[in-house]
């Protein structure tokens, strides 16, 4: 079990988080390949339990990976888990959607932890092609569900 204020291995930073309109400098938390920060999650997806989230970010593409609707301790618990499975610094976003089954296994496994949409770090599931986000139903059916 980890402990709410294990903050071991994790370095406060600023990390370049990438969008739709090009990538922006967010201050979070730091660890490998990975990046979090705390965010809001306003985006009117009725599934969504809290009004924030913890973002956890793949630096080496600058993409979110995952939005956890937890504690920041589920969160780090969250990236614990996924880490294992591939080499992240050597993952990209051509490479990425390979990851979506073992992510929906996941998050079926956790359930209300990942905020659904928020499946890979692919960011053609995560924004349209002009620059809006999906919504929920696209999102769900561009993650596989």
């Not at 339990?49 to 937890?70: E, I, N, R």
């Not at 659904?116 to 349209?128: E, M, Y």
Request: hydrophobic share 40%.
């Amino acid at each position: 079990m980890i402990r709410q204020d294990d903050w071991t291995g994790w370095t406060a930073g600023a990390f370049e988080a990438a969008g739709p309109s090009g990538t922006t400098t967010m201050a979070g938390w730091l660890r490998g390949p990975f990046a979090m920060d705390f965010r809001p999650t306003n985006d009117g997806n009725p599934q969504v339990l809290t009004p924030f989230a913890w973002v956890v970010t793949h630096l080496p593409t600058g993409w979110a990976m995952f939005a956890v609707q937890g504690s920041a301790a589920e969160a780090r618990a969250v990236v614990t888990d996924v880490e294992p499975w591939t080499d992240w610094q050597a993952m990209t976003l051509e490479a990425s959607p390979f990851m979506g089954k073992r992510v929906r296994e996941y998050s079926e496994a956790n359930p209300g932890l990942l905020i659904p949409g928020s499946l890979t770090i692919n960011p053609g599931v995560c924004w349209n092609g002009d620059g809006s986000r999906p919504t929920f139903d696209e999102l769900l059916a561009g993650a596989g569900w």
